[in-house]
């Protein structure tokens, strides 16, 4: 959500990669960014709510999010009540 494009730099291999900073701790994350990522970044440039909020992706709300979220697992078939927070928590177990 907070990535910005001078987020996005050259490495020392001439590849894209991700430099940031955790933000409880400070210390400095870098991440390659694969073909499919850097893909997925070229759909969204240009896009006027990055553009607006000077990220690489379009920011939304949570409720938003959740809304998305709830109708994915209707299509998935998934019966229970799916919310961000509850997403999260899986991702970070499984």
């Known amino acids: 959500m907070n990535l910005r494009p001078e987020h996005i730099v050259k490495g ?9 900073f ?4 400070s210390i400095p994350v870098n991440t ?3 073909n ?7 759909n969204y440039q240009g896009n006027n709510r990055a553009k607006a909020t000077g990220t690489v992706f379009p920011v939304i709300s949570n409720q938003k999010m959740n ?13 229970k009540n ?3 927070h509850i997403a999260r928590h899986t991702f970070a177990t499984n």
């Open 12 to 20: 020392v291999d001439a590849e894209p990669w991700i430099k940031t």
């Open 22 to 25: 955790r933000q409880k701790t």
């Open 32 to 34: 390659p960014l694969l």
């Open 36 to 42: 499919q990522a850097q893909t997925i970044i070229a």
């Open 67 to 79: 809304s998305y979220l709830k109708e994915i697992a209707d299509f998935c078939g998934v019966k």
């Open 82 to 84: 799916l919310a961000f």
